[in-house]
């Protein structure tokens, strides 16, 4: 890791050990109800990293030669990790290659450079490190500093697992988040049975409108007691609207006789609905926009979902939401944050419109773009237009629990960057700086998600 | 104001104080005519402008409790700074802040940092600035070294103002700018109105489409008169076209039956004879496209317009101004100005129209993206296809009449750090250097508006 | 020409001197199969350089008098080259003005600096310097240093300057690019008449869809028999499709009967056909999306194609191009490089589509993003997602030979400055810069194109 220097290094310095704010992502919490050991490094470390073997896809590697879609006892992680290793050439200039380094070098504190011919040696030291009982999940959620962290879960799911979390003995705060993506989409083949147990988990009648309605209410109010603070929308086409006389629709729709166009009607509908309870209960609503899921037909159907063939489209977030923010958008307790993929949104659209509407918040660069040069074009089109404090502070949004503290890191070391450079500019002092680099690190977060 | 250093200090020291030419904005020209103080300080500078106070109100505070839509006698206009400069942290890094600063410590000498402590006593000390005779508006006029001053006005405007300014003994040069937005608009309610209205002032039959240009060619002929050198002409989609046989067309819009989409086609139409007229008359068209009006409708029911949810949508320049292009782009003494709020057209679009098309000139960056990354963005993306030649200088295009000389200021800091850049690029020396930081301050504003 | 100084100029020296590999161009195969000299510096520099003469064109000057449209007798080429002179002015800040001062200085060995007062002299000296041998198209292909250099040729044309150039004691690799746009567009009033003559020429029944795939097949054999390792395509709007029974929409096409819609389906179509071609030959496949062509009507009409007036508009990558990858794009020995004029899609859509589809790789900056600005944004938004190993390297993609040591040598300064940036932000060190800036110079180049 590079030192910073200057300015810089001096915002850092203050802020690199503030505790991590995670109120956005993709770990299990079945890894902290269980707190079981990790198996090996190749699971740890590349299996479920889509960043990391879409990569090596790219190039030629079969999926299957990385363990991807193949069964752990049927995988061998050594040739795994060193197929990666082989590869490491491939990620030059990734922010891949850049939290793999700080995960390899700061949290496993492996001080060999990866390679080829060093892949066995740090493999067998990935391994004797997990079998320390300082690399279990809680742990590390210690030794992280995480002082909050947010699953992402189904809206049937039964939250077991943070129930166990809630009445273990252990202080970390691992809370749900409500994801009714599958419920809110009646083109999906389970969408039938879905509402059905849906019904049979909440005990409303789900045939009805209002019926869903309620179990959906229901179901909000069990991710609470979980201590959920907030929900989860990802659309690939943002389209907002408000239709009277749903009943008819939904009828038709649950009868399974609706067009996709009165299938994208619904969700449309829906999500104007979910910011509505939002602002009935409280629950801060996150729209992820613009990524086209599962492009390839192939990867789809031999290996499933989430397997690095999902690109970003063009976003309309003027358009797309004036149905929902005219319905709710001057509400003072709504907190509604939107994240894109199409970054030409930031300063034409999303600047804005969140330096104007009081329920909008921007989320951090996302996925493709939460990197180095990404979180730099992100302040420099968001920022002028639409101050700090229309900001939603950073998520790390990963699976790969080793990865948070080093995405943290590099937007921290990213944000003292930006800040020194203002200060440079002349826009503000020290002062004004220091302040920015905590509310960005920790602050806006917290209250943007309501964690404080 | 930090100091530039080096080459780009060298560059603005030769620029700084150079003539301001203001060929686009929306200052009164009653504040010209009548010469009367300014109000308090909340009237001079919050309450009027929409940069500021859509800030504010993303950030939960009313309107109303901006003054906002309150009558001028019932605003106490102290408590508005006062709240104003409570939240004077929200405006860190915007623009707003750097031109508000500005006026404060060069316009009106304050030497205390806005912020709710010193709020009261900058308070005092403006309104103690605002009772002398030296800020009056021909005084700060004179003062701040305007050559030339261009409003924009209703194409049905009387021009009372502007004809008591030429009458009088002050040489100011406050100049309309024809605005016939209202005119070619058929799906607005009061276009009947206006165009009966249309046919009084000219004597012409404007139930006649001929009748109609006629009028038309009239008030550009009474702007004119007035010292108008430009048209201006502002669309969300831009769309133009070549209808033959409009009569028709006009007649049935004119008797309240055409559609929508008759009412679109009739503009894009209209915006081609606005081109043909700036041929036949020589006067610069200014094209403004791509901002969404209005888009809350519960602040434009209450409050009305320009209240800050104006928001830029995508643009396409090229399929929409083809038949445009088509019919005049060849003719050499016709100059279109294009204005965007989309960025992504900088590179794609009209940088290389602007290279190729002899009426076009690009306009400098508008609205949110009139500030220093803004500036710095636009320049990066459309000098190295369009050269410097193809733009059409600097417009501060405001309504706050107190920060045009912050605003040219921030442009004339912008263009000697983007100059400098060149040269430390080897682009070229200091001499081209200079010469282009005097054409971009103020020479090519005189050519492109034919203001010489 | 500026030193570059610190790591990138070290960098830069390690690869300035490298070969050129130029994989895609529009030089003409006859001048090295007839190897005589270049004619008057006008003719050489000015006239068929429509980077140049659009921009005079853009600020007035007629193409007449550039001698465009022009027949070369009724030329006057001193004239022509002092005009260009005049406005020399027009080109600061332009890639056209460092190249043709790299021309002028480093090829032609010039020193003087050109302008209206030096232009005799100038054109005096080129003249002198276009009378020598070593100035003949062969030798300047050898001093030049370049290893291959591809031109673009029509899907019917004979190659009988490739075979020439084969056929000679020249060892210089110039090799043909196979280009059907022609065929595959079914509203060009040429089509028939040019299906027919591909009939002819492949003893092919052009009349049956079958046998058009034939003699598409043989007329790639014929391009690969030349050394052709490439076909390139060029669409406006990009669409792909996958019909079943062509044939009865071809025999319509053919006939002279489908309609608009039915000829893009017909193209959309035969993009997939192509790709599908390239995995049987091993033929590279490269498409450049989004240039509207000749939008100029006027010009079109007067001076025909390549006049200055193509317009880049939107591309969307991700939707146009879904059928042909889910049927090839997982096949490894394919490889489509893709070309874009609109930036938006190098973060959204090429750099992720290129980091999961094992056939893709991104083309280097295009036309007008081919320079410093241009290669600079290039980077920043594309290597964090795709990394270095799904670029195609660079194409000079010129019809202006003399520009070609100017435009690798710029693509190799803006990529040691890229690199040495990347080592100053602690991505990477100089050996492995060192190794990048070897692959972006050359080898990537040989690689993409199968030129090893």
Not at 50 to 70: A, T
């Amino acid at each position: 890791m590079k030192e910073l220097k200057g300015t810089a290094g001096d915002l850092y310095a203050e802020i690199r050990d503030l505790p991590i704010v995670s109120p956005h992502g993709h770990t299990e919490p079945a890894w902290f109800a269980e707190d079981a050991p990790f198996p090996d490094p190749a699971t740890l470390l590349i299996v479920p990293d889509h960043y990391v073997f879409r990569m090596l896809y790219s190039q030629g590697v079969r999926l299957e030669e990385l363990g991807v879609g193949v069964p752990e006892a049927a995988r061998d992680p050594r040739a795994i990790f060193q197929r990666f290793a082989q590869h490491w050439d491939l990620f030059l200039g990734t922010p891949s290659r850049w939290w793999m380094e700080y995960v390899l070098t700061q949290t496993i504190g492996c001080d060999m450079p990866l390679g080829p011919e060093t892949a066995d040696a740090i493999y067998d030291q990935i391994t004797e490190w997990l079998q320390r009982d300082e690399t279990r999940p809680r742990a590390l959620y210690d030794r992280f500093g995480i002082e909050v962290l947010a699953t992402t879960d189904s809206a049937l799911d039964d939250l077991r697992h943070h129930r166990t979390i809630r009445e273990s003995q252990w202080e970390g705060r691992v809370i749900p988040t409500f994801r009714p993506d599958g419920l809110l989409d009646a083109t999906r083949p389970e969408w039938q049975a879905e509402l059905d147990r849906l019904g049979e988990i909440t005990g409303e009648d789900t045939k009805d409108f209002k019926g869903f309605l309620d179990a959906i209410r229901k179901r909000r109010r069990a991710f609470r007691d979980m201590g959920a603070t907030a929900t989860d929308h990802a659309v690939e086409v943002l389209q907002t609207l408000w239709l009277d006389n749903l009943e008819a629709l939904y009828a038709k729709l649950r009868a399974g006789q609706g067009s996709a166009e009165e299938a994208a009607s619904f969700t449309g509908h829906m999500l104007t609905e979910m910011a509505q309870m939002s602002v009935e209960d409280g629950m801060v609503m996150q729209l992820h926009a613009g990524s086209r899921r599962n492009t390839n037909a192939d990867v789809m159907a031999r290996f499933g979902r989430d397997k690095g063939a999902d690109i970003p489209v063009r976003s309309d977030f003027v358009r797309g939401l004036e149905p929902l923010l005219n319905r709710v958008g001057n509400t003072p307790n709504l907190t509604l944050i939107l994240f894109t993929l199409d970054e030409t949104t930031y300063a034409r659209e999303l600047a804005p419109m969140a330096g104007h509407w009081p329920c909008l918040r921007i989320g951090p660069p996302w996925w493709f773009h939460d990197s180095a040069a990404g979180i730099a074009r992100y302040f420099d089109q968001v920022v002028e237009t639409a101050g700090y404090w229309n900001l939603a502070g950073f998520n790390d949004d990963t699976r790969a629990f080793l990865s948070i503290p080093a995405r943290h890191d590099l937007w921290r070391r990213a944000t003292a960057l930006h800040l020194a450079g203002q200060i440079e500019k002349g826009l503000f002092g020290r002062g004004d700086a220091r302040m920015l680099a905590e509310e960005l690190a920790v602050g806006l977060a917290r209250k943007s998600y309501k964690l404080g």
